[in-house]
């Protein structure tokens, strides 16, 4: 059983930081995973805000270029999403996602959601 947990979410002026989280428990390793932070605001399709592969190559959104970064520590199977110079936009549940693909299967999981809202 793979379990993916966010946490970090919350309520934050504009302008203001957080950092989310994500841990990864069960029968994975997330170092042969390939990694991304999702978004779903209200009546909004959910999109790809970053991602990391397993090599560590990073991309992003053009909306949080330069304002967001995200990072992996495979030891402790965890993946950050440093949030910085919040906007009102970036209000939206964001979700965690691990996925790999091999020859025969394709991988893919997901957790629950955190919250967070930028609001004054």
């Known amino acids: 059983q793979v379990q993916l947990v966010e946490s970090g979410g919350g309520l934050v002026q504009p302008g203001g930081s957080l950092r989310l989280s994500c841990a990864a428990s069960?029968?994975?390793?997330?170092?042969?995973?390939?990694m991304g932070w999702y978004r779903q605001a209200p009546g909004k399709q959910r999109e790809l805000v970053a991602g990391i592969t397993k090599d560590g190559s990073t991309n992003y959104v053009d909306s949080v270029k330069g304002r967001f970064t995200i990072s992996r520590d495979n030891a402790k199977s965890t993946v950050y999403l440093q949030m910085n110079s919040l906007k009102p936009e970036d209000t939206a549940i964001y979700y965690c996602?691990?996925?790999?693909?091999?020859?025969?299967?394709?991988?893919?999981?997901w957790g629950q959601g955190t919250q967070v809202t930028v609001s004054s």
């Open positions: 996602n691990a996925r790999r693909a091999t020859l025969i299967n394709l991988y893919d999981y």
């Open positions: 069960g029968s994975i390793f997330i170092s042969r995973y390939d």
